[in-house]
């Protein structure tokens, strides 16, 4: 039989409560608590801890607030984390960033030492501490045990509770609370302590956030928040509370499928504390006590979800001696849940299942991909209908087009790229060449890599619909069980032999069941964990893609205007180089192009002196806009790098120009070239700005321009 209790794993490699922590890929980042200053990375699937960095020394925390800077995360590989409060009324208040890049990674920083007071540098994996100016909350608040979420429509605003019964809006990119916010003062209800160490969530509708809508509960308050970013003003809504936790703080809680779960807490009234955990439906608006309970009485502890929804995580806390504790739960979120709730949420996870289908269907893909599952029917009494539902052949359906999926994209990564300094001149400047054909595979892999993450997070409701269903069939035999026992126990009393091989028939198809259960569970956690890997993978991949075709274009664009810069210098490659950039021509074109420029002997002095009909002729060029185009580009290029600018360490280059070509005055090719009635030409800017300097300057002014 399955065991539903929580497991312990790794301890901590230090004492820990009040603890803040984040979800990062595959880790679990623990960022300091209010007893030490050290923070880990504990891995989920190495299931290590490694020490990342630590706080400065004079700092100290209780009940500080660590989030995600969703705002500024630029790189997949990489989180800005923002560290705040902890502090009490009239004490300085600490605010902290940090560029997180995994200590996993043998690439990549990992820091030693410990951040010293007044750090600046931005050292990635070190708190680095905020100036005055931009730290969050003044002297007078109390930011003890305050909550904070990120929101806003850019999720640019953080949103912080704190005692007695403030909430603040900090706009983070300028780092400063707004200001003429109405309604900013909490309609709590009285209570000595006031707003901390509280329960602050986002709304969620489907799973989906609602845009700044949040859930406060603290003691006997309950409230639905509301946001309203244009107008800035605030409105709650009265919610029911937890007739169990109305005495209780310092509980830890997660969110999940629009439910709220609480662990444990400190009874203020007894110093006692609790096991116990509690769900509160969203949809409902209704509280109940989960029949799984924390394996003691603890508070202080952090709650948080990994990053597939399928497990919770405790971490730290104290204990019913008060005593800072090491103890790292976990538990998977579907056990928290009663079977009629799992049901709904397969129901649920169904209909989601028939739009996505609907919605891949009319987008009209190249290819069909296999829905495992279309239809989650009702529940009925058959066992054969239920088995037929959560049978193995769907696992085994999505498990092996998955594993195409890995097999195609381990093939992209192995695969050899040319380097495109490697390439040759014509490979690179032609539109058919190696370079234009790399980047048409790249961005056609990167279409494939989106069609292949729609079928992946369709196969993942398949599985946490089967993961519901199976749950739901375990339950449903634990109670057929249980009745087929008492029955049992009636026979004994009448006829003991045949209730004794009844006994020994149940045992072995309990057995049978049991065995078949667990091995499709197994099945499933597979499934789950390599549709996670999956997603991982394709989106690092799509990453890696895009920054392969910027670099390559950044790479060419520099080489072009590098080129631009040398004209007067081009030799006959270049200027087959500067055609077919010009025209986009394909490689023979390129080729047949370079044959003709050394054939002719073409240098920059003959471009310059070749008209328009002189470079149709010249390159038998298709069209007359094809002649225009490249003499107007060249003309752009002379005009845009004048020569004298290019060959001022070079006198020589310039001896090549013909004399009637340049300006007497600046010594430059004219671009406006006007006839004084001296009978001299002169470029029209140079002798309109130097023309007073000359002795025969009303004479000049009388030319004809």
Not at 454 to 461: A, C, D, P, S, V
Not at 469 to 494: D, M, S
Request: hydrophobic content about 35%; charged content about 25%.
């Amino acid at each position: 039989m399955f065991n539903y209790a929580f497991q312990s794993l790794t301890e901590l490699p230090n004492l820990l409560s009040c603890s803040q922590c984040i979800m990062f890929n595959d880790e679990i980042l623990v960022c300091g608590g209010s007893e030490t200053n050290e923070c880990y990375s504990y891995h989920t699937l190495k299931k290590h801890y490694k020490y990342i960095c630590s706080y400065p020394n004079d700092v100290k925390f209780n009940g500080h607030c660590v989030l995600q800077w969703k705002h500024s995360q630029t790189e997949a590989n990489k989180i800005h984390l923002l560290s705040f409060g902890g502090q009490g009324k009239d004490k300085m208040k600490q605010t902290f960033s940090m560029t997180y890049q995994s200590v996993w990674d043998n690439n990549s920083y990992q820091s030693d030492v410990k951040s010293e007071p007044g750090s600046v540098v931005q050292t990635p994996n070190v708190w680095n501490r905020h100036e005055q100016d931009s730290k969050i909350g003044t002297i007078e608040d109390n930011l003890e045990g305050m909550r904070g979420l990120i929101g806003g429509k850019n999720n640019d605003l953080l949103f912080i509770t704190h005692n007695p019964q403030n909430i603040e809006v900090i706009d983070l990119k300028i780092m400063k609370s707004l200001t003429g916010i109405r309604n900013n003062i909490m309609p709590i209800k009285k209570h000595e302590y006031g707003i901390g160490y509280h329960c602050f969530v986002p709304l969620t509708m489907n799973n989906e956030k609602v845009i700044n809508h949040f859930i406060l509960f603290c003691h006997s308050t309950g409230l639905l928040i509301k946001y309203d970013e244009q107008n800035k003003a605030f409105d709650c809504e009265e919610l029911p509370t937890c007739p169990y936790l109305q005495q209780f703080r310092s509980y830890s809680f997660v969110y999940c499928n629009d439910c709220i779960f609480t662990f444990g807490g400190l009874n203020i009234a007894t110093s006692c504390r609790s096991k116990n955990v509690s769900m509160y439906s969203m949809k409902d608006k209704i509280w109940s006590q989960c029949n799984s309970t924390l394996p003691k009485e603890t508070s202080a502890t952090f709650a948080l979800l990994d990053n597939n929804n399928m497990n919770v995580h405790i971490i730290g806390g104290r204990n019913t001696q008060n005593k800072i504790q090491k103890t790292h739960l976990r538990i998977n979120a579907f056990e928290l849940f009663e079977k009629s709730q799992l049901y709904k949420m397969a129901n649920a996870n169904a209909q989601e299942i028939v739009r996505l289908r609907k919605e891949i269907e009319k987008m009209k893909l190249e290819r069909p991909y296999v829905i495992p599952m279309e239809r989650v029917r009702e529940y009925a009494n058959d066992r054969k209908e239920q088995n037929e539902v959560i049978s193995d052949s769907s696992e085994e359906k999505m498990q092996t087009e998955m594993k195409i999926f890995e097999k195609q994209l381990n093939e992209w990564k192995q695969e050899k790229r040319i380097i495109s300094h490697e390439m040759g001149w014509n490979d690179i400047w032609s539109y058919d060449g190696a370079f234009q054909q790399i980047k048409n595979k790249d961005l056609t892999r990167m279409d494939n890599i989106s069609s292949f993450l729609k079928t992946l997070l369709i196969f993942r409701n398949s599985i946490n619909v089967c993961f519901c269903l199976l749950l739901f069939v375990i339950f449903e035999h634990e109670c057929t069980t249980k009745y087929g026992k008492e029955i049992t126990e009636r026979q004994n009393a009448i006829k003991q032999q045949i209730a004794k091989k009844i006994v020994e028939k149940m045992q072995l198809k309990e057995e049978a069941d049991a065995a078949q259960n667990q091995q499709h569970m197994i099945q499933i956690n597979e499934t789950n964990a390599l549709n996670g890997t999956l997603l991982k993978c394709c989106d690092e991949f799509n990453i890696k893609l895009q920054q392969l075709i910027e670099g390559s274009q950044k790479w060419k664009e520099k080489q072009w205007s590098e080129l631009e810069k040398k004209w007067s210098v081009w030799n006959s490659q270049e200027i087959a180089i500067f055609v077919a950039h010009t025209l986009k021509c394909k490689k023979s074109k390129v080729n047949y192009f370079h044959e003709i420029i050394e054939r002719k002997r073409l240098d920059r002095t003959s471009l310059l002196k070749m008209s328009k009909n002189d470079w149709m002729d010249i390159f038998n060029l298709e069209t007359f806009s094809q002649a225009c185009l490249i003499h107007d580009s060249f003309t752009q290029i002379c005009n845009k790098y004048p020569i004298h600018v290019i060959d001022s360490a070079d006198n020589n280059a310039q001896q090549d120009i013909p004399k009637e070509f340049l300006c007497p005055l600046s010594n430059c090719i004219m671009k406006d070239p006007v006839i004084a009635l001296d009978g001299v030409t002169y470029d029209r800017s140079s002798i309109l700005n130097r023309y007073h300097t000359f002795p025969n300057a009303a004479i000049l002014l009388m030319m004809d321009i």
